[in-house]
C-alpha cells in the first residue's frame, strides 16, 4: 500500500510539474503575442502620423488645384449649340 502511495504521489508530482511547464509555455506565447500585437499597434500609429503628415502638407495644393479647375471653366456657348438655338428662333446667322 506504501508503494501504491509513493507511485501515485510520484506520479501526480511529474503530472504536476508537466502541468507547470505547459502552463509556462502558453504564458510565454501569449506573452510573444502580446509583444507582437504591441509591434503591430506602433507600426499602425506611425502609419497613421505619416499619413496625417502627407495629407496635412498635400491639402492646400489639392484645394488650390481644385479651385483652380472650378474657376477656370470655358463659359461660352458652342457655335453647333448657337446654330441650333438660332435655328429656333428662326435668326439667321
Do not use: W
Not at 10 to 19: A, D, F, G, P, V
Not at 30 to 56: D, F, G, S, V
Request: aromatic share 4%; glycine share 2%.
Amino acid at each position: 500500500m506504501k508503494k501504491e502511495r509513493e507511485l501515485i504521489k510520484r506520479e501526480l508530482k511529474e503530472y504536476e510539474e508537466e502541468m507547470k511547464s505547459n502552463l509556462k509555455k502558453e504564458i510565454a506565447k501569449l506573452n510573444q503575442t502580446e509583444i507582437k500585437q504591441e509591434e503591430a499597434i506602433k507600426k499602425i500609429n506611425r502609419e497613421m502620423t505619416n499619413l496625417k503628415h502627407e495629407y496635412e502638407s498635400t491639402k492646400s495644393s489639392v484645394l488650390d488645384f481644385i479651385i483652380d479647375n472650378t474657376l477656370n471653366v470655358d463659359l461660352s456657348i458652342p457655335d453647333v449649340v448657337k446654330g441650333q438655338f438660332s435655328a429656333k428662333l428662326g435668326i439667321s446667322k
